[in-house]
């Protein structure tokens, strides 16, 4: 047995299905056909003398055997991705391809804030943004799928590198002909719980309104509070008159604001809610440099706006309730 028996590519193909425990969505994923991804991975289980996964009509397990062998492959296509990265290193900052995972409650804001400046800065730059619940992009993350993720910090899942980015508040939204749409500034003892929106699990702003209001987990729990899938699908649900809750800053300031019927409140309170945004990366990533270079670009679009709290930075104007 020789190395010339394996690539890659097989490589790709086992842990793919690994991942997804279906042929089919393997394939989906790898962008193959699915006899063709079939037919490889078969080829390589007789290559190894090793039958790596348990075939049913209906279900495929990964076998005891298998499971060692998949551990090896994943470290394999780590290495690779590694040796990737130190040859990227080496040509012009940020000109390849770089994958930038982003928690979907930021995305879509930020993403019109920092694309211009990263394209006029980096034309050679070929950005893939990845949008999606923490865990989900952590996990890509670790397995070298991503190359660094914007998420709120900390996360204390694996080991990462963190660089902080900025800070934004959480704002009350409520629906326009609420009781506390006439005040300026409300308390956190003024925001009823039993009436809060939650977004879906998953996501760590619910986590974060549960912290603040245990009450709603309670709620929850019991049937309610009721919940939605996305960040806009809630903003509509109180333009709907069917609760409120909390958004973050930038959410307010970039979104679709629906001033006819959302109104968005300041929060008093010492500290004000909110959350810290970061970039973490692996430790061993090979490009810390353009990292580094990719969060100077966001943080420059953040202190633009003139009022979130963009770390290294002066402080700035507060915003203002609309």
Known sequence: MNLAGLSFRDIEYLVAVA????????????????????????????????????RASRSVMVTEQGAEILAQCRTILAEGRRLLEMAQSGIEPLGGQFRLGVISTLAPYIAPLILQPLRSRFPNLRLSLVEGVTHPLVRALEAGELDA??????????ELSEL??????????????????????VTME????????????????RDQTISLFPASQRAAQSGGPMQATSLETLRQMIGAGMGCSLLPQ????????????????????????GRDISLFHRPS???????????????????????????????????AAT
């Open 19 to 54: 991942e997804h425990l279906h042929f089919g969505k393997a394939a989906t994923a790898c962008a193959v056909s699915q006899p063709t991804l079939s037919a490889q991975v078969r080829k390589l289980e007789e290559y190894l003398g090793i039958q790596v996964f348990e």
């Open 149 to 158: 993720i914007l998420a709120v910090s900390p996360v204390r899942e694996i």
């Open 164 to 185: 902080p980015v900025f800070h934004e508040s959480f704002v009350l939204a409520v629906p326009r002909d609420h009781r506390l749409a006439v005040i300026d500034r």
């Open 190 to 205: 003024d925001i009823p719980p039993e009436e809060l929106i939650l977004l879906s699990e998953g996501h760590c702003l």
């Open 250 to 273: 930038l959410a307010v300031q970039i979104g679709t604001l629906l001033d006819d019927m959302v109104a968005y409140r300041l929060i008093r309170s010492q500290p004000l809610p």
């Open 285 to 319: 990533f090979g490009r810390i440099r353009e990292v580094r270079l990719l969060r100077d670009v966001i943080r420059d679009a953040m202190a633009g706006l003139g009022t979130l709290k963009v770390h290294g930075r002066p402080e700035t104007r507060a915003l």
